[in-house]
């Protein structure tokens, strides 16, 4: 069974960097035909998708988001992890990280972290 658990700090101030972390288990990060996700919702907004990293380690980057992302892996820790840079109150929300098939289907949800952008 796969399972995914985010961690990271709910808070943090606008203009620094949000690192958030996926660990995930009953499955290695390098197996063939997995996308690695970071997804969002906002209060009272739809999910957002931010990126995902690829068994072979190349990135793809939501386009409204790609000048402020970075999506890295520890292959060894079977982790990946997101660096948002440069935060405002907007990046307030929910963070998922996601196994996504090959159709890009959502396969298995971490449970979320709340994280706030507030001074």
């Known amino acids: 069974q796969v399972q995914l658990q985010e961690s990271g700090p709910g808070l943090v101030k606008p203009s620094e960097t949000l690192s958030l972390t996926c660990t995930v288990s009953g499955r290695s990060i390098r197996t063939n035909g997995a996308y690695w996700s970071w997804i969002r919702q906002p209060p009272g907004k739809e999910l957002e998708w931010i990126g995902y990293i690829r068994h072979s380690g190349s990135t793809v980057y939501s386009p409204s988001l790609k000048d402020r992302i970075s999506i890295s892996w520890d292959t060894y820790r079977n982790k990946f992890s997101l660096q948002l840079r440069s935060v405002t109150p907007e990046d307030s929300a929910a963070y998922y990280c996601?196994?996504?098939?090959?159709?890009?289907?959502?396969?298995?949800w971490g449970q979320g972290t709340q994280v706030i952008v507030s001074s």
């Open positions: 996601v196994r996504m098939g090959e159709g890009y289907e959502f396969i298995n």
